[in-house]
Structure formats: C-alpha cells, structure tokens
C-alpha cells in the first residue's frame, strides 16, 4: 500500500507569498493519478490539480502542479486570502484503491 | 446545476446500521463511477468504497470491507452501514470519479456513532 506523506503540517504566510507543499509517496507512482484537492472550512473538498500538473476546471493559474516518481508539488504563486485552506494529496492504484495524504494547513501568518 | 447532496446520516449506537443516500442532479449520473470518501472529526480524508457506471463492480477500504455496501440506482447513491463502530464517526462525502481522482463532491452528511 502506498503511504503519502505531505510537508509541512502547516504553513503559515502572508497574502502575496509564495506557498510549496510536499507530497511524497512512499513508492514511485505514475503522475497520472497523483491529484491535489483543497477544502475549507465546514465545506467539502474542491479538485485542484489532476494528472499531477493539470488545473482542474475553473481553478486559478496561481495554482501549479509538478513533480513525479515519489516527490510532488503544489505551488501557489501568491496567495490570495481565500487560499487559506487545508490541501491534501491524493494517489490512485490500480488494486483499485485512493489514498489520501494527512493535508498541509495554509493559515495566515 | 450540477450537485451532489448527501443525507442519512444520524447517531446510531454501537453495532447498528444506517443507510446514506446521495442524490446527484446536473450530470449523466449513470456514466460515471461513483465514491463514498470520509473524514472524521478534526482529521484528514479516508476513501471508503467506489462503484463503476454499471453498478456491477464495486470497491471497499480494508476498514470497511464486510461491513458496508455500496450500490446505485438511476439516480442516487447508497452506502449501507452495518456493524457500526465509533471509529465510524465522520462526515461521508458522496463523491463523482473521472479519471482516477474526484471531481466532484457533496456536501456531506454526518454519522456519528455513540452510546
């Protein structure tokens, strides 16, 4: 079973910062089924990236994905005071099973 | 509009059963695999079963496997919970699959499992 692990637990910055979070998979897996989501509080999860650097529908081009084999990255290129959020990571295997990594907190610092 | 809504989701004790229902609206609901995703209070998210369009092949988390069933109709969803344990507890999203991720999500409904 593959393990994500997201960095860091929590970031805090200011609006118009840059933001990186980490998600590394516990063994190589394909970019194709490595998706970002974030969620917001009292609200559900929103697809952001899929296929690793693919923006989902409507979502700003401050957001970026790339990466690939065990490490990936979600780039926020400067935050707006709605992307204070949690974002978490998501893997697909072919058993089929979905996993999810514990999520990077954006707070406001 | 198109949207998921979750409901059924209730206290129930230790050992019992409920049965969430999820309506879908907006979208060709019969094309698309379907999911149940949860998070329990203050944590992070859990898969917790999928079915494709067709209804005839369906998934489930080691966690739940034995306990629940997931199952369609024309138009809903259904996850039956049965065997409940307090480690059940959490909000159950009813989620829409495309192409190995989720794209899109209801609102959620809470279980809440307690003597």
């Known amino acids: 079973e593959i393990v994500l692990t997201q960095s860091p637990g929590t970031l805090s910055l200011s609006p118009g910062e840059r933001a990186t979070l980490s998600c590394r998979a516990s063994?190589?897996?394909?970019?194709?089924?490595l998706a970002w989501y974030q969620q917001k509080p009292g609200q559900a999860p929103r697809l952001l990236i899929y296929g690793a650097s693919s923006r989902a529908t409507g979502i700003p081009d401050r957001f970026s994905g790339s990466g690939s084999g065990t490490d990936f990255t979600l780039t926020i290129s400067r935050l707006e005071p709605e992307d204070f959020a949690v974002y978490y990571c998501q893997h697909y295997d072919t058993s089929p099973q979905w996993t999810f990594g514990q999520g990077t907190k954006v707070e406001i610092k | 509009e198109v949207q998921l809504l979750e409901s059924g989701g209730n206290l129930v004790q230790p050992g019992g059963s409920l049965r969430l229902s999820c309506a879908a609206s907006g979208f060709p609901f019969d094309s698309y695999a379907m999911s149940w995703v949860r998070q329990a209070p203050g944590k992070g998210l859990e898969w917790v079963s999928a079915?494709?369009?067709?209804?005839?092949s369906t998934y489930y988390a080691n966690s739940v496997k034995g306990r629940f069933t997931i199952s369609r109709d024309i138009s809903k969803l259904y996850l039956q919970m049965n065997s409940l344990r307090a480690d059940d507890t959490a909000v159950y999203y009813c989620?829409?699959?495309?192409?190995?991720?989720?794209?899109?999500w209801g609102r959620g409904t809470l279980v809440t499992v307690s003597s």
């Open positions: 063994q190589s897996v394909s970019s194709s089924y």
């Open positions: 989620a829409k699959y495309r192409s190995w991720n989720f794209d899109l």
């Open positions: 079915i494709v369009s067709g209804g005839d």
